[in-house]
């Protein structure tokens, strides 16, 4: 079974960084997209960034988060991070890892809170 764990969120600064983390157990990455999605208060899930098997990246949403977020993988590890740089207070959601996005059969982790507040 798969299991998906997202962690490395919590209370920042407008202006700070935080890195996020998700681990996936039971299946091997290096097969799987994966991809970092977020849930403000009210809104729909959107997606942040997506992470292709070969390693290439994608930030559907805007070029505004392509220049803030940065999605990485470590296969070796079954990884993938997500580092944020400039928060601002809009970015406040449940930040969730998805594993093996590109299919039917994908994975969500339960999700990780990110606060941006002065």
């Known amino acids: 079974q798969v299991h998906v764990v997202e962690s490395g969120g919590g209370l920042v600064q407008p202006g700070g960084s935080l890195r996020l983390s998700c681990v996936v157990s039971?299946?091997?990455?290096?097969?799987?997209?994966m991809g970092w999605y977020r849930q403000a208060p009210g809104k729909n899930r959107e997606v942040v960034a997506l992470?292709?098997?070969?390693?290439?990246?994608?930030?559907p949403q805007s070029e505004e988060l392509l220049g803030r977020f940065t999605i990485s993988r470590n296969n070796a590890k079954n990884t993938v991070d997500l580092q944020m740089s400039n928060l601002k207070p809009e970015d406040t959601a449940v930040y969730y890892c998805?594993?093996?996005?590109?299919?039917?059969?994908?994975?969500w982790g339960q999700g990780t809170q990110v606060t941006v507040s002065s």
């Open positions: 992470s292709r098997p070969n390693g290439g990246s994608h930030y």
């Open positions: 998805k594993a093996n996005v590109f299919s039917v059969n994908a994975y």
């Open positions: 039971g299946a091997n990455i290096s097969d799987y997209g």
